[in-house]
């Protein structure tokens, strides 16, 4: 008897969300019916919308080109989900900067964020939660260019190891780029120092990145489009999707907890280094603060060793990729480097001296953005804009790709150039675009570039970078191919040859 119920059950669940598709998509065309019409965009299916158009694999580039048919902002829905893309750089300030006290919440992520358990998160915070504004007020201040000279000691020593590793093992860069910049974040994070490569920490990170993908892969999870799901019982048919998530939510809460608690047990037994964490967690007056201060301390330190532990590695990666593609722009990266540090390594005071490293970073950033859609934005009212409307929550999906390879502002866009940021006619800024925008822009942008600067001055100051050789020694092209991940994009493992400029340059590097 109890399992006939239980198929009844079942059989009636695809009619039940049949009817409230229905009735959401009868409702949603209410106000187009006054005369407003939503931005254009790709045919849609009858409910599925245009779900079957979406590609898993650089699905910026499938944006890009229904911005060339529909413009620059395209409307498109998977099932019952309302969703624009902004291509080009005046409809995403026009939107996420000027109205961005209506643009600035996130859609809700029903599998990271409410059943696994994660949308304390910053990444993942409504903009309506108490706790955004206090986090992002922490997080600024943690992060400002004023708190961000205290890092700089830091960062100067973890640049050194990194020179240090690329003249011992250089056919290992890419894993001693991952180390450095898990080595400064935790540093100035938890004041944690890892002994090696193989730290738990390193792959605690790698382990959390890879099961929060494994649950925000756009439309696997049925529960995305049909929240209501998110009541059937855990233990019922059907259900693995919550077991899934709550198990993905147990294991990736040790990201908040294990450094926390690390830096916590130092701090009380008065053996710590100054960090993110110590600063917060010791009030001036000496008293213990309260919990809701420690909780938000953890959640930030945590978003901290998130957001910076991937980043800055992808930058750099393509860094690599594009000095050996482009010997010349490197010549003339390093001629800049020894007029202004001649016979010495170059300190974060030599910012202002290197113009031509500054645009060669902007370059690497603009040609390769490492968050090519950004974190999706959502709409927090009904709004019209260009005689278009956009229904209140609807996703905000900035394709920051498009803006950095958008001919109209980057002639050329796929040519590698770092002099068109340069003089009176430099073209925009794409550090303006590349992290994020509004209140939600990224608030380690200023962090991640001093650590970009100081480790490609540094490294361009020591050594060339060289295509690779074939065994005949004539040099081959590198492979240039695109991983697609939760929200960043990485270049695939490519080979280079790194070679000190000579023995002299080696020498700076003290091996
Ligand atoms: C190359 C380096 C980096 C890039 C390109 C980058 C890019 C971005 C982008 C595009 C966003 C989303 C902004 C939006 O929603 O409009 C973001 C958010 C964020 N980033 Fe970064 N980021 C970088 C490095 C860092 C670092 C080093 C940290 C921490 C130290 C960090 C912490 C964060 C946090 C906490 C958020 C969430 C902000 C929020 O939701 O309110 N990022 N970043």
Aim: aromatic share 12%; glycine share 6%.
């Amino acid at each position: 008897m109890k399992g006939e119920n239980t198929n009844s059950f079942l059989i009636l669940i695809p009619f039940a969300l049949l009817a409230y598709y229905a009735c959401l998509w009868y409702f949603s065309g209410s106000r187009l019916r006054k005369g407003l019409q939503n931005p254009p965009g790709p045919k849609q299916r009858f409910i599925t919308g245009n779900l079957h158009q979406l590609s898993p694999l650089e699905p910026w580039l499938t944006f890009t080109s229904w911005s060339k048919a529909y413009g620059p902002i395209v409307y498109f829905k998977t099932l019952n989900s309302k969703n624009i893309v902004l291509n080009s750089a005046k409809v995403a300030l026009d939107l996420l900067e000027a109205r961005s006290a209506f643009y600035s919440d996130r859609p809700t992520n029903w599998m990271a964020g409410e059943i696994a358990g994660r949308k304390r998160t910053i990444f993942l915070t409504s903009f309506m939660d108490p706790r955004f504004k206090i986090m992002r007020r922490l997080l600024q201040t943690g992060l400002n260019t004023r708190a961000s000279k205290s890092y700089r000691p830091i960062q100067t020593q973890e640049t050194q190891i990194l020179l240090q590793n690329l003249a011992t093992t250089p056919e290992d860069f890419a894993t001693h780029i991952r180390r450095n910049a898990v080595a400064v974040i935790l540093k100035v994070a938890y004041g944690y120092q890892i002994a090696s490569n193989d730290d738990p920490l390193v792959h605690l990170l790698a382990k959390t990145s890879q099961l929060m993908g494994s649950i925000s892969i756009p439309g696997k999870y049925w529960v995305e489009f049909f929240p209501i799901l998110r009541f059937i019982p855990d233990w019922f048919p059907g259900a693995g999707f919550k077991r899934r998530a709550k198990e993905v939510g147990r294991v990736t809460s040790n990201i908040e907890c294990v450094p926390f608690d690390w830096a916590k047990t130092q701090i009380a037994n008065d053996d710590h280094v100054e960090s993110f964490t110590s600063k917060h967690l010791l009030s001036e007056d000496g008293l213990p603060v309260d919990g809701e201060t420690e909780q938000n301390t953890k959640w930030c330190s945590a978003a901290l060793f998130i957001g910076g532990g991937d980043t800055t590695v992808s930058t750099l990666r393509t860094f690599f990729f594009l000095m050996a593609t482009n010997p010349s722009v490197q010549a003339k990266a390093q001629a800049e480097i020894d007029l202004v540090a001649p016979n010495r390594l170059p300190t974060l005071d030599d910012y202002d001296s290197l113009p031509y490293i500054r645009a060669l970073i902007r370059e690497v950033m603009r040609w390769g953005p490492v968050a090519p859609l950004g974190i999706p934005h959502l709409a927090m009212e009904d709004d019209v804009y260009d005689n278009y409307y956009i229904a209140k929550g609807t996703k905000v999906i900035a394709n920051i790709w498009a803006i950095t390879h958008d001919e109209e502002i980057y002639p050329e866009p796929f040519t590698f150039n770092p002099s068109r940021h340069l003089g009176d006619d430099a073209q925009p800024d794409p550090l303006k675009f590349v992290f994020g925008f509004g209140r939600r822009a990224c608030p380690g942008a200023h962090l991640a570039e001093m650590s970009i600067f100081l480790n490609v001055s540094n490294i361009l100051a020591v050594f060339n970078i060289l295509k690779p050789v074939d065994q005949h020694g004539v040099e081959v092209e590198p492979t240039m191919e695109w991983t697609t991940g939760a929200a960043t994009m990485h270049l695939k493992p490519f080979q280079c040859r790194i070679q000190p400029r000579s023995k002299e340059h080696l020498m700076l590097v003290g091996t």
